[in-house]
């Protein structure tokens, strides 16, 4: 008989969405009529920019023309693409990222489980606490953990509590740690990192060979212009950080799929003969070995988000998000509920009322409001007594959904 992984044996029941999805099913199924309102996945309502849209439709009358036909991209990307996003995301900042250190994918979430395949199995890996579980559970399943305790937490990782007594900073761990992740504006928490505080980490990594991995997927909803919107702004970032991309919340491309990750060129790993090794070879080599590239009718899509017209389409879509997130938060506050985030983030991370857990909670919702959100216990132990409401619907769900809430 074939064996298997056992490394998935090690991985807690069932991935949080899904788990939601189940007792949103079952109640809705029980309850036929109810109207419920879903405001717990980060997944966009409103439709593509125009302008993606109308490149996307040229794109495939490209297809239909022998001439303008396109096969097999190249697996990082076309040329076009790498060099728009260069020029608008990172030049513009003063981040000197070269459109050859930009890969493009099919999503940020893939990229950071996948990043992993170049990276070996004797690391020490930091992970903040409460997480985006997709970083936890790859690194279960790549064998990078010991077992699961009473608390959720595995064994082998090095926890950063996050929390409001820390004004939900990352505490920079008092040991070496190797591969470390970060993701701000945080998910789930929504909060931010100034300029100094992601310049300690880039120090804290530099002076121990460490390498962040930067999740920079909500920065488009960062409204405050002091603060960074890519680990690159930071003095020496590129020696020590790779950073995600996605088109998925700034564009609304959660169902079109298309992302992208930086890898510097200067980003060194060692080899178990303590030999440098470049870590943007080590990605392109697996990029070319596993993936075939994101299509190009798609990368037209994203081509067209830095248009003057898709600029203006997709700021009119992030402030929609935000005037949705200050509705939230500000229902919720009116009525008694310790809330943060929401301002620099499309999220609302909300202290759980009288104690009660969070799961608690989310059935409390679910039940006698018809409104789904997410229970903080499932990004992690410390995100017990929390809750995460995000601001991904329509105008009209998001202040039916507060009238429920609050009334």
């Known amino acids: 008989m074939a064996t298997i992984n ?18 949103v099913n079952a109640f809705a199924e029980a309850n ?17 920019p125009a302008a993606c849209r109308a490149a996307m439709v040229a794109a495939v009358e490209d297809m239909g023309d022998r001439d303008r036909f396109r096969g097999y ?38 990229d950071c489980g996948n990043i992993l395949d170049i990276f070996g199995n004797t690391n ?24 699961v305790n009473d608390r959720g937490e595995y064994g082998q990782l090095v926890y950063l509590p996050i929390q409001a007594e820390n004004n939900f900073t990352a505490r920079i761990p008092d040991q070496p740690v190797d591969l470390i992740y970060l993701c701000f504006p945080n998910n789930p ?15 804290y990594a ?104 898709g600029q203006e389409q997709i700021q009119a879509l992030i402030s929609f998000y935000m005037e949705n997130a200050r509705i939230i938060r500000e229902h919720l506050s009116a009525a008694g509920l310790q809330v943060y985030g929401g301002v620099n983030a499309p999220y609302v991370w909300v202290r759980t009322p009288d104690g009660i857990s969070s799961w608690d909670f989310f059935d409390k919702l679910l039940h006698n409001c018809h409104v789904v959100g997410t229970p903080g216990s499932g990004f992690g132990a410390a995100g017990e007594g929390y809750f995460r409401i995000s601001a991904f619907n329509s105008r009209q769900n998001v202040l039916e959904a507060m009238a429920r809430i609050t009334t």
């Not at 020490?124 to 077992?147: E, F, L, Q, R, W």
Request: hydrophobic share 40%.
């Open 6 to 23: 056992d490394n998935y044996l090690k991985l807690k029941a069932g991935y949080l969405f899904p788990e939601i999805a189940r007792r």
């Open 32 to 48: 036929p009529t109810a109207a419920i309102i879903k405001l717990g996945i980060g997944d966009v309502t409103e439709p593509l």
């Open 73 to 110: 991209g190249p697996e990082q990307g076309y040329l076009w693409l790498r060099e728009k996003i260069a020029q608008h995301d990172f030049q513009a900042r003063g981040c000197q990222i070269d459109p050859s250190e930009i890969f493009i994918s099919d999503g940020s979430k893939c």
């Open 124 to 147: 020490s890996i930091a992970v903040t606490d409460p997480v985006y579980p997709v970083y936890v559970d790859t690194n279960v399943m790549a064998g990078h953990t010991g077992p």
């Open 189 to 203: 928490t929504g909060a931010v990192a100034s300029r100094a505080h992601l310049q300690a980490w880039v120090n």
């Open 206 to 309: 530099r002076a121990h060979g460490s390498i962040i991995f930067f999740d920079a997927a909500y920065e488009a909803f960062i409204t405050d212009p002091e603060l960074p919107h890519s680990i690159y702004e930071i003095e020496g970032a590129r020696d020590c950080a790779i950073e995600f991309r996605s088109f998925s919340k700034n564009a609304g491309f959660t169902g079109t799929r298309c992302a992208f990750t930086v890898v510097p060129q200067s980003l060194q790993g060692k080899a178990a003969d303590g030999s440098a090794v470049s870590i943007h070879s080590l990605w392109n080599r697996r990029q070319s070995t596993k993936f075939n590239g994101v299509s190009y009718i798609v990368q037209r899509g994203a081509e067209a988000v830095y248009s003057a017209a």
